[in-house]
């Protein structure tokens, strides 16, 4: 009995040094390591989170308020709307004289075609486009923005009607042989035409087939050239810019005066007889136009009575 006894004290003797040294070779097996987080380290919940409220960027424009533009009949006017930080806010562009509705966001809310807005994405702007401008878009436009609050910019537009005009007009004298120059100049255009068309009386004469005629357009001016001129070339001429309304001239093409019968007239006959000195003129050379003008000027304020009407001498006989 005491030797079983004995051999039961052995065993549980073995089985707990077993058991000790399995569980040595454990603890070094997942040795310790040191924490990364300082011994002070606190953590925080979710009640204790950082609540700081940063405020909106404020929504501003980055072009000048109150501008004014400048834009000719029949060509395309440009508004600018830029600005910066406008987030989920629209952008419209309303016209100030009715109140009219024109654009919202990229869309266009009129029933005229030729209001369009263009966003340009690196600029940040909102641009109203007005194709084929007439008289009537004259004014005031504001661009608004649904911000908080809300703000305006306006820009004035200034439509202009163009116009041209012949230097020398509305009337010329020429003599036969002499050579005709005409210049027609624009005004209040803002972009050259895209073509100036002459016409003497109701023909087109830029690509005239039997006369020599040349026509020179530079920007705003327009000169038509039209060597040895004759009778056949009296008449109204006309210059007719693209994009400005035509200018007229009546052009008179005279014979010479290098003979006698040429220089007189019913006026200096009568004087003649009359004993008053006559005026005798050069002859005709570059001076002509003019001289023949003044001529032509005296002898309509000059009355000469018939000679049917009876005279009166100074006695009053």
Same mark, same amino acid.
């Given at each position: 009995?005491?030797?079983?006894?004995?051999?039961?004290?052995?065993?549980?003797?073995?089985?707990?040094?077993?058991?000790?040294?399995?569980?040595?070779?454990?603890?070094?097996?997942?040795?310790?390591?040191?924490?990364?987080?300082?011994?002070?380290?606190?953590?925080? =919940?979710?009640?204790?989170?950082?609540?700081?409220?940063?405020?909106?960027?404020?929504?501003?424009?980055?072009?000048?308020?109150?501008?004014?533009?400048?834009?000719?009949?029949?060509?395309?006017? $440009?508004?600018?709307?830029?600005?910066?930080?406008? /987030?989920?806010?629209? $952008?419209?562009?309303?016209?100030?004289?009715?109140?009219?509705?024109?654009?919202?966001?990229?869309?266009?809310?009129?029933?005229?075609?030729?209001?369009?807005?263009?966003?340009?994405?690196?600029?940040?702007?909102?641009?109203?486009?007005?194709?084929?401008?007439?008289?009537?878009?004259? /004014?005031?436009?504001?661009?608004?923005?649904?911000?908080?609050?809300?703000?305006?910019?306006?820009?004035?537009?200034?439509?202009?009607?163009?116009?041209?005009?012949?230097?020398? =007009?509305?009337?010329?004298?020429?003599?036969?042989?002499?050579?005709?120059?005409?210049?027609?100049?624009?005004?209040?255009?803002?972009?050259?035409?895209?073509? $100036?068309?002459?016409?003497?009386?109701?023909?087109?004469?830029?690509?005239?087939?039997?006369?020599?005629?040349?026509?020179?357009?530079?920007? /705003?001016?327009?000169?038509?050239?039209?060597?040895?001129?004759?009778?056949?070339?009296? =008449?109204?001429?006309?210059?007719?810019?693209?994009?400005?309304?035509?200018?007229?001239?009546?052009?008179?093409?005279?014979?010479?005066?290098?003979?006698?019968?040429?220089?007189?007239?019913?006026?200096?006959?009568?004087?003649?007889?009359? /004993?008053?000195?006559?005026?005798?003129?050069?002859?005709?050379?570059?001076?002509?136009?003019?001289?023949?003008?003044?001529?032509?000027?005296?002898?309509?304020?000059?009355?000469?009575?018939?000679?049917?009407?009876?005279?009166?001498?100074?006695?009053?006989?």
């Amino acid at each position: 009995m005491d030797i079983q006894l004995l051999s039961h004290c052995l065993v549980l003797h073995l089985l707990l040094l077993v058991a000790i040294r399995l569980q040595h070779h454990r603890v070094r097996a997942y040795p310790d390591f040191p924490s990364p987080l300082p011994p002070t380290t606190t953590f925080v =919940g979710p009640a204790e989170e950082d609540k700081t409220v940063f405020p909106p960027l404020l929504t501003k424009f980055t072009v000048k308020n109150n501008t004014e533009h400048r834009s000719q009949v029949g060509t395309t006017a $440009v508004l600018h709307c830029a600005a910066d930080n406008v /987030g989920e806010s629209t $952008v419209s562009w309303i016209r100030r004289r009715d109140y009219h509705l024109l654009t919202v966001g990229a869309q266009s809310y009129s029933s005229d075609e030729r209001f369009q807005v263009r966003y340009v994405k690196d600029e940040s702007d909102w641009q109203l486009h007005i194709r084929y401008v007439q008289v009537r878009d004259d /004014g005031v436009y504001e661009c608004q923005i649904s911000s908080h609050p809300p703000i305006s910019l306006f820009a004035t537009l200034h439509v202009l009607e163009a116009t041209s005009e012949i230097l020398g =007009g509305p009337e010329k004298y020429m003599t036969t042989g002499s050579s005709l120059r005409l210049v027609c100049v624009l005004r209040d255009n803002t972009q050259p035409p895209t073509y $100036v068309f002459w016409y003497h009386d109701d023909q087109m004469i830029n690509y005239h087939k039997t006369r020599e005629v040349k026509v020179e357009n530079d920007g /705003g001016l327009s000169v038509l050239f039209l060597s040895e001129v004759r009778a056949a070339d009296s =008449g109204n001429y006309t210059c007719a810019p693209s994009n400005a309304h035509p200018a007229h001239i009546i052009i008179h093409v005279l014979k010479g005066v290098a003979s006698k019968d040429a220089n007189s007239s019913p006026a200096s006959d009568d004087r003649k007889g009359r /004993g008053q000195k006559e005026q005798v003129w050069p002859p005709c050379h570059t001076e002509c136009p003019t001289r023949i003008m003044l001529q032509n000027t005296r002898q309509r304020l000059t009355f000469v009575p018939p000679t049917w009407m009876p005279r009166h001498n100074s006695s009053g006989l």
